[in-house]
């Protein structure tokens, strides 16, 4: 399983609730149609500060955290072989220019270890 992870920053000109609206109403659905065949999981995780529970300071690391799950390297190849598209490519910015601060997107790769609290 392979699982990458994207810190997204919303443009300063949206509130959260446009900005989330955005994201799940549209762009959303461009993901899909480049993700849909290839990954097997595709989440948003849009971040919101509660109390004191940001340590450091009041600002977030990301607006929202995505997430894509893929089940093998081949899948993970042919995902970013369809996302690296020029049609792609100029679907997918001229959408995220109306939606995240891209100078400050980053993108990797994780493995991930699980505790069994069984």
């Known amino acids: 399983m392979i699982k990458l992870i994207?810190?997204?920053?919303k443009r300063a000109?949206?509130?959260r609730e446009q900005f989330i609206a955005r994201y799940e109403n549209g762009?959303?659905?461009i993901?899909?149609?480049y993700l849909r065949s290839?990954?097997?999981r595709y989440l948003r995780r849009y971040c919101r500060i509660m109390g004191s529970?940001?340590?450091?300071?009041?600002?977030l690391p990301a607006d929202v955290v995505m997430e894509i799950w893929f089940d093998d390297q081949a899948a993970f190849d042919a995902a970013m072989a369809a996302l690296s598209t020029e049609a792609a490519q100029t679907e997918i910015i001229a959408d995220e220019e109306q939606l995240?601060?891209?100078?400050?997107?980053?993108s990797f790769v994780v493995d991930e270890y699980e505790s069994d609290f069984t």
């Open 27 to 29: 762009h959303k659905q």
């Open 31 to 33: 993901g899909e149609k």
């Open 53 to 59: 529970a940001i340590l450091g300071g009041n600002e």
């Open 13 to 15: 000109d949206l509130t």
């Open 100 to 106: 995240f601060d891209r100078s400050r997107m980053v």
């Open 6 to 9: 994207t810190l997204l920053h």
């Open 38 to 40: 290839h990954a097997s």
